[in-house]
């Protein structure tokens, strides 16, 4: 069973899990990740209980070496079993998310974008679906539509709550009008998946996911903002907490490492960012002249007799090279960049975190200090505050670590992804262009052989 | 694999990448090519002086030929014989073949000098990537441009010895094996070729223009145009495809920076560098490659000029008949007048003898004894011009339809090679990606 549980595991970083009690909430066309093949997401349904779970699978559901598996027909657990390969990297994974398999049942979905029109404003709003077993929850199932402001407000509520926990960023809030289209359907899917991203995290998190501003989120009809709320900077959050005024002496050995890996980090992700966007630039320029290139091959054909079609062969080769060229520079916009950024505001956050640790320890070294002073001078006891600023401390650095445990596997996979989805992508491009090149191959030699037995004819 | 595949994956691999004849001319007729094998294996550096006795540096090339005998298992082949000429003497060959053979497509030279458009590439990629060191060279010593030349040049050799007429001159034959110069200025074909220089670049109107060569001027125009225009559209593209390729590179070093921060996913980072850089270096093999395309698609530019030289010659001819037949039948309508004593066409022997008098009896029968002359001189030389028109278009319109059969078999296989590059590009890329894929998923 273990074996099996964890394959299960591996692919439901690419499915959604359903609980089994109501049956299967199909969200659409959101999936747990954004799925490497882009395009269509076609949903196929399996249902079957193992234990206490359904499982659904879409269409394609590739192993970590990258076997894609067939479709498959609804099949007993055994079957699927046999039929599937297991290698040790399988299992390796399996277990990372075993634990947190076993416990989930909080599932939640952010799809179904909507644009609403009012007097004041146009906003778009998205569906979010939960199913859950929890008890914390009225009921096993919800279905609210929430706006960007929304997911802000929830966030902002997050941070406040659990001030020693790791959020998890939410996408640019602000974009230049007239620069970026908010309403563009490419603009809305990739804020969506961003959205779906954040609330996933979030209900995946131990302790984020037992917030009752989430649970309010999630469940609420209409959402009861405290108000004042645009007025709520990150700004205004973190005058909060810097207010004691307490300098940090030093920090300890592991925060520095980790101070130290998230700017090397953030360094490096600006980098990768900017060869992206210069990758896409010249692409782009690449693609234009390609254009001309195929016309010019079209011309020559109308004044040739022989070579009429060989050179729309190779006019027609060029169109779908420039086809196929397009879908990789697109897909490198709106699906590698955006969650390139995320990844930065990622480090943002985790540097807030880390700045907010420090502030935690200042406060407790600071009042130590004091009271300890207090002490020698007039034998005064160190206060009960002193020591719950000492708790106080010692559960944000063990809620930080745990958190950066969790951040940093979450990071490995999400690169993993990311990287070799791209290299899939580049794959896929150089697989239509060879296609497209070797069918004129045969058309030209077909010719020719034609040629070759009419002249010995 | 199919034997076309073999046969081009073999020319291609040759050292020179330059299509071989394609095998059914080689067969047809006694061309030298079945006697005789023709490389131009080398260049070499020379200084001298030249004929203003000023220092210059110039570039030899050296040809080998040996009897195209086939070879007995483990023997070895004869020793070839050898000797160096130079660009200027490919020209003056040139020249000679295009004056004595007007009537055929004479196969052109590589070009003579660097052009700007390849200075402009190669300073293009020194300054804006600064990942490939091209050593700039603003004469026609530069090693990339002389090796293309080296090619052409064979291939010119190639193509002129495998012309069931070309093969046969003497002439090309010396220019091949021994002292030719001599030989070329004996027949005296450099007054020919002013002469003709001369008259090809005179304006004239042909009064009735043969339609077939009036169709074929006008294609090679087409041609010429769309071949241009098709060089210098390759040239930009290949120039963007090098830009993608080389910032890939930089993907190899910031991966191998942030490999040495991470743990468990650093060793797959630091191996997906290797491969990033393995592909921006790759495009510079790709792109050169590919200029042996643009080398043939540029002989078939120049092959428009020289296919045009035969129109215009033929014009010339036709023009020259034109003024024969014009300039007899004006003679003709002379010597009507002069018989019937009717004034029609303006002579000044007639105004001056209606402003001085009648001539005599004599001084007309004599004057008609002369044009009877010069008609009948005119008649033969409107018979000779009108066979020397009609031999011209039949040979010529003979080697058009050879060189229209070679055209579209050449560039076809240009275009099949081409393909075959671009198949070659891109399974290259799919493997550099897998590799790099699979060093993502061992992250």
Same mark, same amino acid.
């Given at each position: ?53 359904? %499982? ?40 990372? #998310? ?11 979905? %952010? ?67 007239? %620069? ?33 501003? #989430? ?243 | ?443």
């Amino acid at each position: 069973m273990l074996h099996f549980s964890s394959l299960i595991h591996h692919s439901l970083r690419k499915t959604r899990v359903v609980s089994d009690d109501a049956g299967c909430v199909c969200g659409g066309s959101s999936l747990n990740r954004s799925s490497i093949d882009g395009g269509k997401q076609l949903h196929h349904h399996q249902h079957q209980s193992i234990s206490s779970l359904s %499982v659904a699978f879409p269409t394609e559901v590739a192993l970590t070496n990258g076997t894609p598996m067939e479709t498959l027909s609804p099949a007993s657990a055994s079957s699927l079993f046999n039929r599937l390969q297991l290698d040790d990297d399988l299992e390796a994974d399996g277990r990372d #998310l075993y634990a947190s398999m076993e416990t989930r049942d909080l599932f939640v979905t %952010v799809d179904d974008p909507k644009k609403h029109v009012s007097t004041m404003e146009t906003y778009i709003t998205y569906r979010v679906s939960t199913k859950t077993s929890r008890i914390e929850f009225d009921l096993p199932e919800y279905c609210v539509r929430r706006r960007y402001q929304d997911f802000d407000w929830l966030r902002i509520k997050l941070e406040d709550s659990q001030p020693t926990h790791l959020i998890p960023p939410l996408p640019e809030k602000f974009v230049m009008k007239g %620069v970026v289209d908010r309403f563009s359907e490419e603009f809305v899917e990739t804020r969506m998946k961003a959205l779906d991203k954040f609330l996933k995290r979030v209900a995946d998190h131990p302790v984020l996911s037992f917030n009752p501003h #989430l649970n309010a989120f999630l469940t609420a009809k209409d959402l009861n903002k405290r108000q004042g709320l645009a007025l709520l900077t990150k700004v205004g959050e973190s005058v909060k907490h810097v207010a004691g005024g307490y300098k940090l002496r030093a920090r300890p050995a592991e925060f520095c490492a980790m101070g130290e890996y998230l700017d090397t980090f953030s360094l490096k992700l600006g980098t990768i960012d900017r060869i992206a966007q210069r990758i896409i630039k010249e692409q782009s320029e690449y693609l234009t002249e390609l254009r001309e290139y195929g016309t010019v091959y079209s011309s020559w054909a109308g004044s040739e007799q022989e070579l009429r079609r060989p050179l729309e062969g190779v006019a027609a080769c060029v169109t779908t090279c420039c086809g196929a060229l397009e879908e990789l520079s697109d897909n490198m916009s709106q699906d590698f960049l955006p969650v390139l950024r995320e990844y930065v505001l990622y480090v943002e956050s985790m540097k807030n975190v880390l700045r907010k640790r420090d502030q935690s320890q200042a406060e407790y070294e600071g009042r130590l200090e004091a009271a300890v002073l207090r002490k020698q001078e007039d034998r005064t006891p160190i206060p009960m505050e002193v020591e719950k600023c000492q708790d106080k401390m010692e559960c944000f650095n063990a809620d930080l670590k745990a958190d950066w445990e969790r951040w940093q596997s979450n990071k490995r996979q999400d690169f993993k992804q990311l990287l070799t989805g791209m290299a899939d992508k580049n794959i896929n491009y150089y697989e239509k262009c060879q296609a497209a090149w070797e069918s004129l191959i045969t058309l030209l030699q077909d010719r020719q052989t034609e040629d070759k037995t009419s002249e010995t004819n | 694999s199919p034997p076309l595949y073999d046969h081009l994956f073999s020319c291609l691999s040759k050292e020179n990448l330059i299509p071989c004849p394609h095998p059914s001319m080689v067969e047809k007729g006694t061309n030298l090519l079945r006697k005789m094998e023709i490389n131009v294996v080398e260049a070499e550096k020379r200084t001298g002086k030249n004929t203003v006795n000023m220092q210059e540096t110039y570039t030899v090339y050296l040809i080998e030929t040996r009897p195209a005998e086939t070879v007995p298992e483990g023997g070895t082949p004869a020793t070839p014989d050898t000797l160096w000429r130079r660009y200027s003497e490919f020209e003056l060959l040139r020249t000679y073949l295009l004056v004595t053979y007007p009537y055929i497509v004479i196969p052109p030279l590589p070009e003579k000098r660097v052009s700007d458009a390849y200075l402009e590439g190669k300073v293009k990629n020194l300054y804006k990537f600064k990942f490939v060191w091209h050593k700039l060279s603003a004469d026609n010593l530069d090693p990339d441009f002389v090796e293309r030349r080296r090619g052409g040049l064979e291939n010119f050799l190639l193509r002129v010895a495998s012309h069931s007429v070309l093969s046969n001159d003497e002439i090309f034959f010396h220019f091949l094996t021994e002292g030719w110069r001599e030989r070329v200025l004996e027949t005296g074909f450099q007054d020919k070729a002013d002469s003709r220089l001369k008259s090809l670049s005179a304006m004239f109107r042909v009064k009735n223009p043969d339609k077939r060569f009036t169709a074929l001027k006008h294609y090679c125009d087409e041609l010429n145009t769309v071949i241009s225009q098709l060089l210098r559209v390759r040239a930009r593209v290949a120039d963007r495809l090098y830009g993608v390729y080389k910032v890939h590179g930089n993907y190899g070093r910031v991966f191998s920076e942030w490999s040495a921060i991470e743990k468990e996913m650093g060793d797959g980072l630091q191996s997906a560098g290797h491969h990033m850089d393995t592909y921006a270096a790759s495009i510079d093999d790709i792109l050169e490659e590919e200029e042996h395309y643009a080398d043939q698609l540029k002989e078939y530019l120049f092959y428009t000029d020289a296919v045009r030289s035969v129109c215009r010659k033929h014009e010339l001819i036709q023009y020259e008949l034109e003024m024969a037949a014009q300039d007899l039948t004006h003679k003709k309508q002379q010597k009507e007048e002069l018989a019937t004593g009717t004034v029609r066409v303006f002579s000044l022997k007639g105004m001056t003898s209606k402003l001085f008098g009648q001539e005599s009896q004599e001084q007309r029968e004599s004057r008609l004894a002369a044009l009877e002359q010069s008609i009948q001189e005119g008649e033969e030389a409107v018979k000779e011009k009108n066979t020397e028109c009609q031999e011209f278009v039949r040979t010529a319109w003979e080697d058009i339809e050879r060189f229209k059969e070679q055209k579209d078999k050449d560039l076809r296989e240009a275009l099949i090679s081409y393909a075959i590059m671009q198949i070659s590009m891109c399974k290259k890329g799919i493997q550099v990606w897998s590799n790099a894929k699979e060093c993502f998923n061992k992250m």
